[in-house]
């Protein structure tokens, strides 16, 4: 059989609403924790694989510039792909993403997923979501999650490794993402270093281990039953235990800045006034409110009007990754 060798997918990020912090095997890279999330339509990653007889070595383009550091994590899944296609060649990957990279919004989540999608597309692979998943994760622990649109559950399989499952498709329950940047600069601990660094010296880690399921099971129970007080109850909740095991991770991780407060007290005001809305934060100061769609407008509208608010992302849900022309 011929192999196309090039192809080109979109991915979109995905928001936890309960989260992943915390490796259970760093080499292998995989989470100690399960996590649910919602991919978003309006923010995405295009990436290009060709795979070129001859050429020896990957080569990684981020946003038009060459990016020699995100290769390593690169070529370890294109490894994997190109062992199991019985391909040696290395590859050109080019990857854009119309969304700031590194600041707490998943580009590296819909990055990986994008990544896979296309190799796997270019080496002729039709690989289950099982198996992507498996090659996803080890690129980037949340990227298995944008591999399916909507709501979305990962977690600990028996086998060891991680298995991804859809929960339920976007227009079952199409909830909206209001998002607040607040920042545009890359963080300065990325996700990795924090998880490590959370795992060695925060008191608070076992506890985050201990009850995360309760956590995850609580969530999933919500996103079932459509149920929209119950999980941001615990979508809150999960957040800011996460954060609490970051705030006393030694040096301390603080993600937030003053505005990152301000729209979390503001979601929260709105809550205690009948709006459904609740927030949630990751791995940077951006705030994540998610609502009903009738409370889009408004939510949108209250945290463009808090100081210190660069821009307002509103998002609908989104698909799973896929293929494209180009
Ligand atoms: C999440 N984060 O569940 C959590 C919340 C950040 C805070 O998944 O080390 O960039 O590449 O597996 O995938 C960030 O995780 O980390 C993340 P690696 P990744 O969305």
Redo the contacts with the bound molecule.
Sequence with gaps: MTVPLVATAIAHPNI?LI???GKRDVAE?LPAVG?LSVTLDAMCSRTRVCFEPGRKGDSVRLNGREDAGAASRISACLDLLRRRAGVGHGALVDTDNDFPTAAGL?S??SGFAALVTAAAAALGLDLPARELARVARLG????PRSLFGGFVVLRNAPDGDVAVEPLLPAPAWPLRVVIAIVATAPKETG??DG?AASRATSPYYGEWLRSHDADLEAGLRGVRDRDFAALAGVAEHNCLK?HAVMLTTRPPLIYWSPTTLACLQLVQSLRRAGTPVFFTI??GPQVKAVCEPGAAALVRDALAAVPGVMQVIDSGLGPGAHCTDG
């Design positions: 936890a989260k992943y912090w890279n996590s998943a590296s989540a980037s622990g949340s990227a996700s990795r998880m996460m990751d791995a």
